[in-house]
């Protein structure tokens, strides 16, 4: 099973307001990430999990919050985001941390809007 | 430094026509090479990779990639489109342990 479950698929939510985004996985992968997507462009990385200890932190604001609480789970919490936060958010994982030879796995996405 | 370019932001193709999606790369190490497929609102799927084996990568759906060293690219084709390949293509590249880059991306338009 190569997959990558993510929950919502979509949010809307105001400025105001607190939320969560969850991901997970069941194959055993010790490497997970956050990525931000806006329209038509690549995915751009936010933070790397690696052995549920936050190994990147791509300078994202701290209006974005991750959590692992376990080998299988990655959560992204949400306060007080702007309407340019709005995009897809996709979650990864893959064996280990090591992107030049183990292949990332992605989830389908949150298609996040923040009004 | 690293850093990907897709060569084409559009390609427009008809059903049963090749498909050849360009990339070229630049890389200070011995790269590790994807090619990654997103259709509409969905999640990136890997069509294949290169770590330094065969030269020739076969993936899945009837794509394959070349790696040329001497020409920095990593081209992905398909001898016969499908309306189902219409997608976003992204090359995305790694030389080092910390994290992929990607390319900004080509949009397949394939028509009947």
């Known amino acids: 099973d190569t997959e990558v479950t993510q929950t919502p698929k979509h949010l809307v939510m105001g400025m105001t307001n607190k939320k969560s985004l969850k991901c997970e996985q069941h194959?055993?992968?010790?490497?997970m990430y956050w990525y931000k997507q806006k329209a038509k462009k690549p995915p751009e990385l936010m933070f790397v999990?690696?052995?549920?200890?936050?190994?990147i932190n791509e300078s994202v604001p701290s209006r974005f919050s991750p959590e692992c609480p376990n080998s299988s789970l990655l959560n992204l919490h949400l306060h007080a985001l702007q309407p340019e936060d709005s995009a897809l958010y996709l979650c990864?994982?893959?064996?280990?941390?090591?992107?030049?030879?183990?292949?990332?796995?992605f989830g389908p996405g949150t298609r996040l809007t923040v009004l | 430094a690293q850093s990907v370019t897709q060569l084409d932001s559009h390609v427009s193709v008809s059903e049963g026509t090749p498909v050849l999606l360009r990339c070229n790369y630049s890389?200070?190490?011995?790269?590790?090479l994807f090619w990654y497929v997103q259709h509409p609102n969905k999640g990136l799927q890997l069509l294949l990779k290169?770590?330094?084996?065969?030269?020739l990568v076969k993936g899945i759906n009837g794509f394959e990639a070349e790696f040329k060293k001497s020409e920095t690219s990593f081209h992905l084709t398909k001898p016969s489109a499908h309306m189902s390949d219409a997608a976003e293509y992204f090359c995305?590249?790694?030389?080092?342990?910390?994290?992929?880059?990607f390319g900004t991306g080509t949009r397949l338009l394939v028509s009947p």
């Open positions: 990864a994982s893959s064996p280990e941390y090591r992107p030049r030879a183990d292949t990332q796995y």
């Open positions: 890389s200070s190490y011995s790269p590790s």
């Open positions: 995305v590249v790694s030389d080092s342990f910390q994290k992929l880059v």
């Open positions: 194959m055993g992968h010790r490497a």
């Open positions: 290169y770590t330094s084996a065969a030269t």
């Open positions: 999990y690696s052995y549920e200890k936050l190994s």
